[in-house]
């Protein structure tokens, strides 16, 4: 739609739309474009498979705290792509925290503003929310998320306490 309306390119590199703090602290950024972050092929790694299940735990450590897109990419800074940008396929919720990231920049335009006036007003959808922007999102159920990553911190901590037979 963006991409249609001329005001980006899908193929164009990313780097320039990042801010430099960002675009430092991420590896083989220069070769990545909006297309291959979309499409799980730039080989960003996954923020959830960061560590001992480092971003469920800051997750749950801060509940009451609506999250942006830069809390997610701490996870994600220094740490080694899957592969060569556009030469696989992995799916990567990182590489649409990036997309959204270089979006607002180049656009200088809020994401939730965006999804707003390009999606969500011309639809007429009265209940749909923009998560981590909308403070109305706050009290709508978060799916399977919370309760998921609670089930997992806990299995996770049983094993590690369980002494070896």
């Known amino acids: 739609m963006l991409d249609d309306k001329q005001l980006l390119s899908l193929d164009e590199p990313v780097m320039p739309w990042l801010p430099h703090d960002i675009a430092r602290k991420i590896r083989d950024i220069d070769k990545m474009t909006l297309r291959q972050l979309l499409n799980h092929s730039a080989g960003v790694i996954e923020y959830n498979d960061v ?10 450590a801060q509940q009451a705290n609506r999250k ?26 990182s590489g649409y925290v990036l997309a959204a990231v270089a979006i ?12 707003r006036e390009q999606v969500i007003e011309p639809l007429g959808l009265s209940e749909t929310f923009v998560k981590g922007y909308d403070s109305a999102a706050d009290d709508v159920a978060s799916g399977y998320f919370l309760i998921w990553m609670s089930l997992i911190l806990r299995c996770h901590t049983a094993s590690d306490t369980t002494p070896n037979s």
Do not use: H, M, W
């Not at 560590?51 to 749950?60: H, M």
């Not at 997610?72 to 030469?87: D, I, K, M, N, R």
């Not at 607002?104 to 999804?115: A, G, R, V, Y």
């Open 51 to 60: 560590g001992e299940l480092d971003f469920i735990r800051a997750q749950l």
């Open 68 to 93: 942006g897109n830069k809390f997610a990419l701490q996870f994600v800074f220094g740490q080694p792509t899957y592969f060569e940008p556009g030469s696989d396929f992995v799916y990567s919720n």
């Open 104 to 115: 607002e920049n180049k656009l200088q335009c809020p994401l939730d503003e965006l999804l």
